[in-house]
C-alpha cells in the first residue's frame, strides 16, 4: 500500500495493523496535510447491515468536536477499500509512552483525566467507544491527550454479541501482549450487552498501567486474561509501584475496576472528579502557593528515585509532613551531621594507624531509622567508601550503616538510634552517643 494513492490521499508510511484494519499515514495532495487512514478489513465491510450501521456511528463520532478526541474527517470508498479519514497526532500512544516502566504521578492523572472529558463529551451524544486501550490513547510532547477510534469499536462488539461468539472479536489478538481483551470489562469478556460502564472499566486498566507500568490482568492467552479479569483482583499499588500514592487513590481505582457495573462509577464524569480532586491535592503538597491549573504539560516517567529521595517520599507517606519541608530539614541535618561525621573520622583514622570507626549517632523520631541513614550512606559514598550499606538492627529504630573507606582494611561502621530528641540528648549527656540530633528544642532541666 505503501506510495498507493486513494482517491487524493497518497499513502506514505504504515503505522500499525490489527482487528481493525491497517493504519496508514497519508497526505492529502490537495491541502498538502497529513492525515491517517484507517482501511477497514474486508469482513467487516462485506454485510450491508453491518457497513450501514458503521457509517452512522461514524458520522456521529465524526460530530465530536473536542480537543481529547482525534478528528474524523471522512469516511470514503475507493478501488474497493473502505476507509476512514483521521486527524493525524504527532507524539506517542500509551502503550508506546508506558513502555514498561510507570509513569510519574500527575502524568499518569493528568493522562487519564483527559480521557475521561474525551468519553464524557461522546457518552452524552450516547456514543460508547468499548475499546479504550494504550493504543487507542495518543499523547502529544506537551502532554495533550488524543483518544482514537469512536464507534469502530462499537461495530465490532455489537456483530460479536449478535452472533454469540464471544471469541470471534479477538480473535486475531490471540498472543499479542497488548491485546484488547486485557482492558475488557467483565461484561464483555462473557460476551454480554456494556454500556458506559464499560468504558469506565477500560479506563481504570489504563490508569493501573501507566502508574504500574504493566496491566492488572495478565495471561499467557486470551482465555488467561478474561479469566483473570472475571476472578482476580489486581496487585495493590503499595505493592506494585515503587513509589507511594495517596491510599484514596487505591480506592478510586478499586471502584473504576469493580467486576459488578453496579459497583463501579455509574458515570465517567464521576471517575474524572475524583481524579482531579488527587491531582489538585498532590499539586497543592508539592506547592502550597498552586492555583487550580487544568492544562496538560509533558509526560514523564517515574524517575529511579535514590535512597535519599525514598527516605524522603516514605517518610512524608507515614507522617504526612510536607515533603519540601523534610527536605529542608535534611539539608540542614547536613549542614551539622557532615562536619560532625568528618571530625569523628577524622579523629580516629591516620596514615600509621588503619583501623575501623564505630561512631554513634542518635536522633529524634523525625529523622527517624530512614533520613538518617541515607544521608551517612551518601556522606560514606561522598568519602569514597565501599561496600555501603543499611543493616537493620533488633529494633525498628536502630539501623547501622557499614562501608569501607579508601585505606582502611576494616569497615566503618555508623550506629544510628532514632528513638527519639530526649533519649539522644540524655545518651549524649551519658556518652552512650557521639553525635545527638534533634528536629525540637530540648530543655536540659
Known amino acids: 500500500m505503501i506510495g498507493k494513492t486513494l482517491l487524493h490521499y497518497k499513502i506514505v508510511a504504515k503505522l500499525g495493523a490489527g482487528g481493525q484494519g491497517a493504519v496508514y499515514k497519508a497526505i492529502n495532495t490537495k491541502l498538502d496535510r497529513t492525515v ?3 482501511v477497514l478489513p474486508h469482513e467487516l465491510t462485506a454485510n450491508g447491515l453491518n457497513l450501514k450501521r458503521f457509517e452512522r456511528e461514524a458520522r456521529l463520532a465524526s460530530s465530536l468536536d473536542h480537543p481529547n478526541i482525534c478528528g474524523v474527517h471522512d469516511l470514503a470508498f475507493d478501488q474497493n477499500l473502505h476507509f476512514i479519514v483521521m486527524q493525524h497526532v504527532e507524539g506517542l500512544n500509551v502503550r508506546e509512552l508506558v513502555n514498561g516502566r510507570p509513569l510519574e504521578l500527575r502524568s499518569a492523572l ?3 483525566i483527559q480521557v475521561c472529558e474525551a468519553l464524557a463529551a461522546a457518552h452524552n451524544r450516547g456514543i460508547i467507544h468499548r475499546d479504550i486501550k494504550a493504543n487507542n490513547v495518543m499523547v502529544t510532547e506537551d502532554g495533550q491527550v488524543k483518544v482514537l477510534d469512536f464507534g469502530l469499536a462499537k461495530l465490532l462488539d455489537d456483530d460479536s454479541v449478535k452472533r454469540k461468539d464471544t471469541h470471534q472479536t479477538y480473535v486475531t489478538e490471540i498472543g499479542v501482549p ?18 458506559v460502564r464499560a468504558d469506565i472499566f477500560s479506563t481504570g486498566v489504563l490508569l493501573y498501567e501507566m502508574l504500574v507500568g504493566k496491566w492488572p490482568f495478565e495471561g499467557k492467552t486470551v482465555v488467561d486474561v478474561r479469566y483473570a479479569v472475571l476472578h482476580h483482583t489486581p496487585e495493590p499499588l503499595a505493592k506494585a509501584r515503587p513509589t507511594p500514592t495517596p491510599p484514596r487513590l487505591q480506592a478510586i481505582l478499586d471502584r473504576a475496576l469493580a467486576k459488578e457495573p453496579t459497583s463501579r462509577y455509574q458515570r465517567i464524569s464521576e471517575l474524572r472528579d475524583d481524579l482531579r480532586e488527587v491531582l489538585h491535592e498532590l499539586s497543592v503538597a508539592a506547592d502550597p502557593q ?13 524517575s529511579r528515585p535514590g535512597v535519599l529521595t525514598r527516605s524522603l517520599d516514605s517518610i512524608s507517606f507515614r507522617t504526612g509532613v510536607n515533603k519540601r519541608f523534610l527536605a529542608l530539614g535534611a539539608v540542614a541535618m547536613a549542614f551539622v551531621l557532615v562536619p560532625l561525621l568528618l571530625f569523628f573520622l577524622g579523629r580516629t583514622t591516620s596514615s600509621g594507624n588503619v583501623t575501623a570507626t564505630a561512631l554513634r549517632l542518635n536522633g529524634s523520631n523525625t529523622i527517624g531509622a530512614k533520613l538518617a541513614p541515607a544521608l551517612a550512606e551518601e556522606f560514606l559514598r561522598r568519602q569514597g567508601a565501599t561496600d555501603v550499606r543499611t543493616i537493620a538492627g533488633a529494633n525498628p529504630d536502630e539501623v547501622t550503616v557499614t562501608g569501607t573507606l579508601p585505606g582502611n582494611a576494616m569497615a566503618t561502621t555508623i550506629s544510628i538510634n532514632s528513638h527519639g530528641s530526649s533519649t539522644a540528648f540524655v545518651d549524649l549527656l551519658n556518652a552512650r552517643a557521639d553525635i545527638g540530633l534533634s528536629s525540637r528544642k530540648i530543655n536540659p532541666s
Open 178 to 195: 497488548y491485546g484488547t481483551a486485557t482492558y475488557a470489562a467483565p461484561e464483555q469478556a462473557q460476551g454480554l450487552r456494556a454500556d
Open 36 to 38: 491517517v487512514l484507517k
Open 290 to 302: 498552586f492555583k487550580e491549573d487544568l492544562a496538560p504539560f509533558a509526560p514523564r516517567h517515574l
Open 110 to 112: 493528568s493522562i487519564t
